[in-house]
């Protein structure tokens, strides 16, 4: 069974992303697809050193929650990852893990899907949206989308389940994920081949 994997960056892990996420995974499982919630927000990542470890080691200096997850990439079919609006920006919990995730183990998520989900009181959302699916955008991966874009609303948990477009957007969101990787694994081709990456310093000129 295709699994995928669910990020929650807000501190508070029963929060509205929480119930934005639960959403997700319970439609998941509607359609058949397995899913699973890794609180990334309260365990406090570090941000990257920029040292150059992972690319010589195949993980991070940072012994911590992106080293586990990261070993574990391969289990699943593309990730979803979550965060409040702080000051019209992704948390600095989310940031920093996927800052370093994607450097160190950016590799095995060539070709899956990925989708950000943002809960907001107010606004902000649209800025924050934007920031996380940027990481997928420039890693060769299947950004999914919704009904609208993949926010809710709300200031507590409670709050955000009240927001009856916004939940029906995840659960769109969820349908449109199963829907890409089934489609994927059911038509069976060959990944694309890259050409070898070129690097291109501005400075050079």
């Known amino acids: 069974m295709a699994k995928l994997l669910l990020l929650n960056g807000s501190p508070n892990p029963k929060g509205c992303i929480e119930a934005a996420l639960e959403e997700i995974a319970g439609e998941l499982q509607k359609c058949g697809m397995d899913s699973e919630i890794v609180q990334v927000g309260i365990a ?9 470890y992972c690319a010589t080691h195949g993980e991070c200096v940072t012994k911590d929650l992106v080293n586990e997850v ?3 990439l391969d289990e699943f079919s593309g990730i979803v990852a979550g965060s409040p609006v702080f000051y019209s920006g992704a948390s600095g919990q989310i940031c920093s893990f996927l ?3 994607f450097y160190a183990y950016g590799g095995k998520l060539v070709n899956k899907v990925g989708a950000a989900v943002v809960s907001c009181r107010r606004g902000g ?3 924050t949206f934007q920031r996380i699916n940027q ?3 420039m890693s060769n991966m299947l950004v999914v989308g919704s009904q609208y874009w993949n926010m809710v609303h709300g200031y507590t948990a409670e709050d955000a389940r009240k ?11 969820a349908r449109n994920i199963a829907w890409v990787v089934g489609s994927i694994e059911k038509a069976g081709l ?3 081949v890259y050409g070898e990456h070129l690097w291109t310093d501005f400075g050079q000129y």
């Open 125 to 127: 959302a649209t800025a």
């Open 135 to 137: 990481y997928y955008l």
């Open 190 to 192: 060959p990944k694309p």
């Open 99 to 101: 800052d370093r995730l």
């Open 70 to 72: 990261g070993r574990r």
């Open 163 to 173: 927001d009856l477009e916004g939940m029906q957007t995840m659960r769109t969101l």
């Open 44 to 52: 406090q990542p570090k941000g990257c050193y920029g040292c150059g």
